[in-house]
């Protein structure tokens, strides 16, 4: 992606986090693997099984995030699905899922964060190009992050995810923040599931 961008271009998209940052207020969205849902629920803290299943906490959260309140077009599973670009090499997300879940949560510290500036597998001069591009952009320097990973990642710091493209951000893995909640996505609309007290996930109503 940032291999196709003219140097015009760069600057032009470095300025979208020159502009939008994240204050310790801010609501983030995190897409959570289908397998994980069931294990925030149940309170898991596991080492998890070497080949078949991820290390676990039910305390953590961190990953690719993005704002809520650029999400408010997101509706069904299929939105989330090409807004975040699920459909990287061995994912477990489908574009039919009838359901999927997030997280929402406060940003809380926002030294937390960075965002992936770079290129996709390939060439390295676009993404020390890109990099370049956001520092001049102003993009504060401690929140940016050189990475070279496969498509669909942009090194844009956008999501590759066409008209529903959104800033993301990296979240160091860390506690998870008072007054988050687990949401349920489904064709008729958003479920909240679950809300986070400090120490517990507590099931919300679902009628």
Not at 168 to 183: D, N, S
Request: net charge neutral.
């Amino acid at each position: 992606m940032t291999g196709s961008l003219s140097d015009h271009e760069r600057a032009l998209t470095a300025r979208v986090h020159a502009i939008v940052t994240l204050a310790p207020d801010t609501l983030l969205v995190k897409v959570l693997p289908p397998w994980s849902v069931d294990r925030y629920l149940r309170h898991e803290v596991s080492a998890g099984v070497v080949g078949a299943l991820p290390p676990f906490d039910f305390r953590l959260v961190g990953g690719t995030v993005a704002r809520l309140q650029d999400c408010a077009n997101l509706r069904a599973p299929r939105d989330f699905h090409q807004a975040f670009r699920l459909d990287y090499a061995g994912s477990p997300f489908r574009q039919d899922m009838p359901v999927l879940h997030t997280m929402e949560f406060p940003a809380g510290p926002t030294d937390r964060y960075v965002v992936p500036f770079g290129a996709p597998t390939g060439p390295r001069e676009p993404a020390y190009a890109m990099t370049a591009a956001a520092l001049a952009a102003g993009v504060d320097p401690n929140s940016v992050r050189t990475e070279f990973a496969p498509w669909p990642f942009t090194g844009t710091g956008l999501t590759a995810g066409g008209p529903l493209a959104l800033p993301e951000w990296w979240k160091q893995p860390g506690v998870i923040p008072v007054g988050a909640r687990i949401v349920a996505h489904t064709a008729r609309g958003p479920l909240p599931v679950a809300l986070w007290t400090a120490s517990t996930w507590t099931p919300l109503d679902s009628r």
